[in-house]
């Protein structure tokens, strides 16, 4: 065992129980856990390797099988507390065979599979044959499955959010600090990463998205050689990241002193943030969140839906995103345990520009608590 590991072992028999008794209860004989988050959260495994096809597989009860390219040894031995770890090589073995013999020591020929579809780690091509070799079986998706278990945090894991979001702060403090006209969004963004870096924050999940001026009218826009200037907004986005663990934070600052329909449309969306956030308890409707804030947008006349909504669950998390299985939004069936973490978020859009506020949130049965970013008055640089 690497001493370096970020779980007890124990901690991890207690994930694949529990996930193994949801497996149970919908109905299902073995599970095919391929999203490299899931690989993580279950059996330890921590490399970005997802390229390759790997999967974990495990029955109703008992232990699970590893399956993964032989290069990628020295990763899943270092991290990962499962005993039973089977190898290809890329080129002459058929990984895909491999999970179809593992899948028959726990389903046999007839039973019912539930495989995570639902994830960038499974190609088209390889999902048909994957789905061909598993049949005549009943195959279900489990990726609910697996995100219902994981929702719920352990004190270690909301301990290394906590982490997370203290690297997030020191990205938004450096921001504060270097942005100055003349330097370009790229140059900015860089001492957002540097930052991160320096207090420890792993690789994420989704690049630092950052936009000036006009360009803050779009979402999920990456830095460019683009100039700051006075008088103009600062849009960002970012994650620190602890052991997997993402906090994301996210703010419009202004470079100088706004107008004053600036300022009005930055205190709505701070307005609607807070509104939506007193919605947030245990027990409560997601779907209630995004009511209480998007209301308030509507009321100030701004289009509640252009751009965002009001939040999404964050757990460890691997590329290409960052969003685990909560969905905060008006459509949302789902209801807010104790213990998950989250974005909370609200973005306007008002004349040249938008406004983007939130951040990484924890719910615990002491109520909600903002750990990056958030609600915070007008920035001005």
């Known amino acids: 065992m690497t001493a370096d590991r970020p779980f007890s072992t124990e901690e991890y028999r207690g994930r694949l129980r529990r996930t193994q008794a949801a497996l149970a209860a919908a109905g299902l004989d ?5 999203a490299p988050d899931h690989l993580y959260y279950l059996a330890g495994y921590d490399a970005h390797t997802q390229f390759s096809l790997q999967a974990l597989i495990f029955g109703r009860e008992g232990n699970a099988i590893f399956v993964y390219r032989d290069v990628d040894r020295e990763n899943a031995e270092d991290g990962s507390w499962i005993a039973d770890q089977r ?19 726990f389903a046999g020929t007839n039973g019912g599979v539930g495989v995570g579809w639902n994830t960038y780690a499974l190609p088209g091509a390889a999902a048909l044959r994957l789905a061909q070799a598993l049949a005549p079986r009943r195959l279900a998706d ?46 900015l963004a860089g001492e957002i990463e540097t930052a991160l870096r320096a207090s420890g924050s ?50 419009t600052l202004w470079m100088g002193e706004p107008g004053a329909e600036e300022r009005r449309a930055y205190n709505v969306t701070l307005a609607s943030l807070r509104a939506g956030c007193r919605e947030v308890k245990v027990g409560a409707r ?4 995004e009511e209480a804030a998007f209301a308030v947008l509507g ?75 958030g609600d915070l008055e007008l920035q001005v640089l």
Request: glycine share 10%.
């Open 202 to 251: 792993e690789y994420p999940a989704m690049p630092t998205w950052l936009a000036t001026g006009t360009r803050t009218r779009g979402s999920h826009r990456t830095p460019t050689a683009r100039k700051l200037a006075p008088g103009e907004p600062i849009k960002t986005e970012f994650a620190g990241v602890r052991r997997r663990y993402h906090a994301v934070t996210m703010q």
């Open 299 to 373: 009321a100030a006349g701004f289009d509640a839906a252009a751009l965002a909504r009001f939040g999404y669950g964050v757990s460890a998390a691997f590329p290409p995103t960052w969003l685990d299985g909560l969905d905060i939004t008006g459509g949302s069936g789902a209801t807010f345990p104790a213990n998950c973490s989250m974005v909370l978020h609200t973005s306007a859009l008002k004349g040249a520009h938008s406004y983007l506020l939130g951040g990484a949130y924890v719910l615990t049965e002491s109520g909600l608590e903002c750990l990056s970013g």
């Open 142 to 187: 489990a990726g609910a499955v697996i995100e219902a278990v994981r929702l719920v945090k352990s004190a270690q894991e909301l301990a290394y959010i906590r982490e997370a979001a203290q690297c997030a702060e020191a990205g938004l403090a450096r921001l504060r600090r270097a942005a100055r006209p003349g330097m370009t969004e790229i140059e």
């Open 286 to 289: 997601a779907a209630k969140a």
């Open 87 to 105: 190898v290809y090589h890329h080129g002459r073995d058929d990984p895909v065979a491999l999970i179809a013999d593992a899948v028959a020591e």
């Open 30 to 34: 073995a599970c095919v856990a391929i």
